[in-house]
């Protein structure tokens, strides 16, 4: 099996829908309330998002694509919140004002990484006025690649089927994030994306895996689909398509955290994928990786191509830290989008031996994230001599890499690791021994970066020389 992350840039899909305002207020939690047996949270920050079809756009600019969102808002404080946090988020804003009415806010109490509460201030969905998002979206439908409509049952998705037949009429696929039990209004979409018990709701119970697919089969024909995706949570997923052809996509989470919009993320993938030129299958089997990631993060989050790529590697079977130089590239992306401090330091690594362990840990202790570049043959028998190295590269790096203080292994050829170092650019870069750290290869590029090159001492009488020594000693 092989998952390749398409390049999104250059496509733009508009979401039409109903959009929210996520707001968090975090604090900690250090006594109960002496007026009922509640925590008391001291609130120390706050957050306001995008939420709904708000949060499916910022998914797709967090892929690279272009994405607009259509929907509804009131005239109130809430709504310039989130006009506010979607142009932070640089999601397209075609958000339309409804006079009298209050914008749709959730305001969840975050304590210790838990969720506490949640708060809803929503108008009834009947009093939101669809036919003011059904004008706007004639004229951005001809604008986009790809069509989502993501039904939160607020309202703004009142016209439904009359979406869909203008999606359908401008050759746009049509991808659906359904709600409630009527599912004749989105009746000729491309795809619609329920999740299991929105499914069964109406379809009804499954109580085997035969059943769920001749009611998976018998839905996607009722409703003239073209493709059925149900998302089962720790089952995976479930793609129907034409000529009853399902693919069951096993689950990809290696820690679920927080489930809060991972459909947002698999929906959002869906149409980035199809813009992409993806399969429909394709584009599901990134939908689910991106989903496994997703449920890692806390909130409604968003998942990056360098998050996808690294989730590929990990899936398929890539040798925990050991990389190659582009896949290490996107480590690196990853870790200082997280705001991590990366520490680099290199090697021949000969026989590893206590002094390297301690070194090392002294290392990482210096950052969050320690990259270890690995002399590679030819170049460790260049600086070691005849019968160096003893142990060969790809044994040297799997050592390495089962250290807890090594997070990335990577090889390099050539005298010294500078142009490696040039492309990383670490925060730290760190060498043991006798050295200046003027002499360190790559010294000039890191503190031009704003970097610093720090020196470390090896343990006394510690080295992969003196092992070799002793052992021909012993001959």
Not at 35 to 49: G, I, K, L, M, S
Not at 70 to 97: E, N, P, T, W
Not at 126 to 141: H, I, N, Q, Y
């Amino acid at each position: 099996m092989t998952i390749k992350v398409p390049d999104f840039s250059g496509k733009r899909i508009l979401v039409a829908g109903d959009v929210m305002l996520d707001r968090y207020w975090y604090g900690g939690t250090h006594r109960v309330s002496p007026e009922a047996p509640v925590p008391v949270v001291r609130v120390n920050e706050e957050d306001a998002r995008p939420g709904g079809a708000g949060n499916v756009a910022c998914n797709i600019v967090s892929l690279g694509a272009a994405g607009d969102v259509l929907g509804l808002i009131g005239d109130d404080a809430s709504g310039l919140s989130l006009k506010a946090a979607m142009q932070a988020a640089r999601v397209g804003d075609r958000l339309v004002m409804q006079p009298a009415v209050a914008t749709t806010t959730k305001l969840r109490v975050i304590s210790r990484h838990q969720q506490l509460l949640r708060l809803d201030f929503e108008e009834r969905a009947e009093v939101m006025d669809g036919r003011l998002l059904t004008e706007a979206f004639a004229a951005a439908v001809e604008e986009c690649d790809v069509v989502i409509l993501s039904d939160y049952a607020k309202g703004a998705l009142r016209d439904v089927s009359k979406l869909i037949g203008q999606a359908r009429k401008a050759s746009k696929p049509v991808l659906v994030d359904p709600k409630g039990t009527d599912f004749e209004r989105y009746r000729g979409a491309t795809i619609l994306t329920p999740n299991l018990g929105e499914f069964e709701a109406v379809a009804g119970e499954c109580r085997s895996e035969d059943e769920l697919l001749e009611k998976g089969h018998y839905l996607r024909y009722q409703l003239d689909l073209e493709y059925l995706l149900v998302t089962r949570s720790e089952q995976g997923m479930s793609l129907f398509g034409p000529n009853d052809q399902v693919l069951t996509l096993p689950t990809h989470a290696r820690e679920v955290f927080d489930v809060t919009g991972a459909g947002d993320t698999v929906i959002a993938l869906l149409a980035a994928g199809l813009a992409a030129g993806c399969s429909m299958e394709d584009a599901a089997t990134l939908a689910n990786l991106g989903a496994g990631v997703v449920v890692g993060k806390l909130g409604a989050a968003t998942v990056t191509p360098t998050e996808l790529r690294m989730a590929a590697k990990h899936l398929l079977g890539g040798v925990g830290g050991v990389l190659e130089k582009d896949d290490l590239m996107d480590a690196v992306a990853l870790a200082r989008g997280r705001g991590e401090r990366l520490v680099m330091t290199n090697g021949c690594f000969d026989i590893l031996h206590g002094g390297h362990v301690a070194y090392l840990q002294e290392a990482r202790a210096l950052g969050d994230k320690l990259i270890v570049a690995v002399n590679d043959d030819e170049s460790v028998a260049a600086l070691k001599g005849k019968g160096r190295p003893i142990v060969p590269l790809a044994e040297r790096m799997r050592v390495l890499a089962a250290l807890d203080a090594v997070d990335y292994v990577v090889p390099f050829g050539g005298e010294t690791p500078r142009d490696l170092v040039a492309e990383v650019l670490p925060d730290l870069l760190v060498k043991g021994g006798d050295y200046r750290a003027e002499d360190v290869a790559g010294y000039e590029e890191v503190t031009a970066n704003g970097g610093e090159v720090r020196i470390l001492r090896f343990e006394e009488g510690l080295s992969t020389t003196s092992i070799v020594e002793r052992i021909r000693q012993l001959k």
